[in-house]
């Protein structure tokens, strides 16, 4: 039996408060400096760029900007794009590159039509090994089984 007779029922209603944990800004929306990017406990996600970790691991911007989330090492981040720098980027990436130079498609031929000879040889030698091994392990059983059947009746016969 239990020790309490009767009484108060009320043993559970424990709760702890709630602490609001997350991501507070998300990928391509606007910050202003010193903002709250993440509420964490541990470095879940690592600071990237113009993004600091404060004392209990939240992540806040120290710049004006746009939310990158990405990955570096096998480690998520977060990092803040200035508009200067997303202006840089934008410069780069409208600058044409020269082509590179490419290898002779002669070169490429012999060997597209060597390797289609080699693999028809040994294809062919492949199914014929599988078959004489196959044919091999019925042919290896069955005097086997034959000689124990004949030993069962000479123990039966004494």
């Known amino acids: 039996m239990g020790r309490s007779k009767g009484g108060s029922g009320a043993k559970n209603g ?21 903002s709250i990017i993440i509420k964490q406990r541990g470095t879940k996600i690592f600071p990237g760029e113009n993004v600091k970790k404060a004392g209990d691991d939240s992540l806040f911007a120290t710049a004006d900007g746009v939310v990158l989330f990405g990955e570096r090492k096998n480690r998520k981040i977060v990092s803040v794009v200035t508009a ?4 840089k980027a934008a410069k780069k990436v409208a600058a044409p590159k020269a082509p590179k130079a490419e290898k002779p498609a002669a070169e490429k031929k012999p060997a597209a039509e060597k390797k289609p000879a080699a693999e028809k040889a040994t294809a062919a030698k492949k199914p014929a090994a599988k078959k004489t091994a196959a044919a091999d392990k019925p042919a290896a059983k069955k005097p086997a089984a034959k000689k124990a059947t004949a030993k069962k009746a000479e123990a039966k016969a004494e």
């Open 14 to 34: 424990r709760d702890s408060n709630p602490k609001h944990l997350g991501v507070k800004v998300y990928g391509g929306q606007a910050i202003t400096a010193g």
């Open 84 to 87: 200067e720098e997303s202006a």
